[in-house]
């Protein structure tokens, strides 16, 4: 069936970075956009940014730029949201999801499972 | 602050119907951006509810419906069930943002 299937939990300290995989099954890897949302612990979603695995091309919510980095292996059929500099208002679950084109009124399904990142000293 | 304004709670009795309010602005759904609705049961991941305004996935009852009016969009879920005890979000874009935006979450409850 058509999934979505992320790494797990894992727990990073303050300043470092976090990379998250998004390994996709049931369908054509490239033949859909990947986006990114986080949901800090109690809160609501909060889009990040998005990935076209056909061409590697991205577009980052500015609250992330510069911070941010989407990519993808097609050999694999997986994405990978990498995070920098990281703080406690990192901490949250992040899921990747489908989205079936790159125009402006996608909706998202499915979503992956969710990976929990903790930061912590 | 989110984009998207929904109502933070909301409760109903079983068998009533409910509805959640999601209000944007000229820049969002008040553009012609699809609104779509996801359903977050605890500790999952949200899953696609309603898509394009009043569209429903396979699988998913009819009891839940959508609409879209101005700048505003509305989810309403009929004959409330103890399992529709969950939170929900809208969704649209914002071409000021350039960028996909939800709505702050409604927590339903079933009394």
């Known amino acids: 069936q058509v999934q979505l299937v992320q790494s797990g939990a894992g727990v990073k300290k303050p300043g470092a970075s976090v990379k998250v995989s998004c390994r996709a099954s049931g369908f054509t890897f490239t033949d859909y956009y990947l986006h990114w949302v986080r949901q800090a612990p109690g809160q609501g979603l909060e889009w990040m940014g998005r990935i076209n695995p056909n061409t590697g091309g991205t577009h980052y919510a500015q609250k992330f730029q510069g911070r941010v980095t989407m990519t993808r292996d097609t050999s694999v059929g997986t994405g990978y949201m990498e995070l920098t500099s990281v703080t406690s208002d990192d901490t949250a679950v992040y899921y990747c999801?489908?989205?079936?084109?790159?125009?402006?009124?996608?909706?998202?399904?499915?979503w992956g499972q969710g990976t929990l990142v903790t930061v912590s000293p | 602050q989110s984009v998207l304004t929904q109502p933070p709670s909301l409760s109903g009795a079983p068998g009533q119907r409910v509805a959640i309010s999601c209000t944007g602005s000229?820049?969002?759904?008040?553009?012609?951006?699809?609104v779509h609705w996801y359903q977050q049961l605890p500790g999952t991941a949200p899953k696609l509810l309603i898509f394009?305004?009043?569209n429903r996935p396979s699988g998913v009852p009819d009891r839940f419906s959508g609409s879209k009016s101005g700048t505003s969009a509305s989810l309403a879920i009929a004959g409330l069930q103890a399992e529709d005890e969950a939170d929900y979000y809208c969704?649209?874009?914002?071409?000021?943002?350039?960028?996909?935006?939800f709505g702050g979450g409604t927590k339903l409850t079933v009394l």
């Open positions: 999801a489908r989205a079936d084109s790159g125009s402006y009124v996608v909706w998202f399904a499915p």
């Open positions: 000229s820049s969002n759904i008040g553009s012609g951006y699809d």
């Open positions: 394009g305004n009043n």
């Open positions: 969704q649209s874009y914002d071409d000021s943002l350039s960028a996909w935006v």
